[in-house]
């Protein structure tokens, strides 16, 4: 069985792996499993039912393995979409078809494994609401009590969502950094460990079975250029690491490129990869909320991301997501929702800027189901 230590992003302090520890202690950044002693990333735990390459997880036994089906997500080739676009292939993967709707349910699936492991009987998370949602639903199957801290302006599809699942929920008015020091507060006051799924390093742990999928449903002819939506960046970080560590198993000759495609009004990862000052304007806002992240903690690694793979972030506005929200409906009928349909609006762009690579091949990660936000016509 492997160890796991948890280490600094930044500065490499090891630190002891505890839900409770959610940054560096010297320097305050997030922190990152790393898995040591017996075999390392060779060993590692396979989820029941799984069949490809070892994943290296940080759950111990299968007793604790809080799993709800996630994971095993379709790639369908958008043939209609690829020629208009001009490239040689265009794959979708369904991630709103995980268990409650959007990607989340593979990072929360691992977090709240290692929740159990470690014997937590309460957690609080923030969200925008498909994380929460997704805890909330991950929590009632592994029998812990979830506070979900929600914008009050969040859908109320995603909202009714969270409750349903019985985790007690706290509307908060104003922003969503206004919802997240709520959650913090909350958690300080009752001695409650903060879920964060956004700092949480066994989120991203997750997130890495969305690379070992395509590895196992491409081999090692996956896609050279994949694109997504990206706020906080946990499947763009995720997705990054399970491919890096495909690669030193010798199992991925090459690597694909990682795009990330954020909304104009905020836009902080594409702002810093193109090298300018951005602040978020004061009221401004996106239909796309999963991405509406003004400040994310894990902005250094997304941009380590970008430059190791070669990928670009782009900021598109809300006429062109609200444009692919009702074109990827009505051209491919796949309805995703207006977070997962910036990623096209990114795509277009990328595809006529020439910035996909020889081979035509790309794939968009589609996130989060239609019926969870539907914007205003
Ligand atoms: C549907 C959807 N897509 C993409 C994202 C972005 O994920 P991340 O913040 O981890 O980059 C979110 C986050 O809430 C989401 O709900
Ligand atoms: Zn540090």
């Known amino acids: 069985m492997p160890h796991t230590m948890l280490r600094c992003s930044e500065c490499q302090i090891y630190h002891m792996p505890d839900m409770k520890t959610l940054g560096c202690e010297s320097c305050g950044a997030p922190l990152d499993v790393e898995y040591i002693g017996d ?7 396979r989820p029941p039912g799984w069949t490809g390459p070892n994943i290296p997880l940080p759950v111990h036994t299968s007793d604790a393995f809080v799993t709800l089906g996630e994971g095993g997500t379709p790639c369908v080739p958008l043939t209609n979409l690829s020629k208009s676009l001009g490239l040689t292939d265009l794959i979708a993967k369904l991630e709103f078809m995980n268990p409650t709707g959007s990607f989340k349910d593979r990072g929360t699936s691992i977090m709240m494994s290692v929740a159990r492991e470690q014997g937590v009987r309460e957690i609080v998370e923030d969200s925008s609401g498909n994380a929460g949602a997704s805890v909330s639903a991950y929590a009632a199957k592994a029998g812990i009590k979830a506070h979900i801290f929600a914008p009050a302006a969040a859908p109320a599809a995603k909202l009714q969502q969270i409750k349903v699942y019985g985790a007690q929920t706290h509307a908060i ?4 950094e206004d919802t997240a020091r709520a959650a913090v507060d909350y958690c300080a006051e009752r001695g409650l460990v903060y879920a964060s799924h956004n700092l949480s390093p066994y989120f991203i742990e997750g997130t890495k079975t969305f690379a070992y999928e395509l590895f196992q449903q491409f081999g ?6 994949i694109v997504m939506p990206v706020g906080n960046g946990s499947l763009f970080i995720g997705a990054w690491k399970g491919f890096s560590e495909l690669r030193r198993a010798d199992l991925l ?3 694909p490129r990682l795009h990330a495609v954020q909304a104009s009004a905020v836009m902080p990862l594409a702002a810093a990869y193109e090298g300018v000052e951005w602040k978020r304007e004061p009221g401004s806002s996106t239909i796309a909320g999963g991405i509406s992240v003004g400040d994310p903690p894990r902005l250094k690694q997304c ?4 430059q190791e793979s070669g990928g670009v972030a782009l900021a598109v506005d809300d006429d ?3 444009d692919w929200h009702r074109r990827l409906a009505e051209v491919e009928g796949i309805y995703a929702e207006p977070t ?10 990328l595809a006529a800027e020439g910035r996909f690579g020889k081979d035509g091949s790309v794939l ?4 989060g189901f239609g019926l969870k936000d539907a914007p205003p016509a």
Do not use: H, W, Y
């Open 173 to 176: 008015e104003g922003s969503r």
């Open 253 to 255: 000759t090459s690597m």
């Open 364 to 367: 968009v990660a589609v996130t």
């Open 320 to 322: 062109a997501i609200r």
């Open 39 to 45: 075999g390392g990333e060779q060993s590692g735990f």
């Open 340 to 349: 997962s349909a910036a990623a096209f609006a990114g795509l277009e762009r």
């Open 220 to 225: 090692d002819g996956i896609p050279g250029d």
């Open 303 to 306: 941009l380590r991301v970008l």
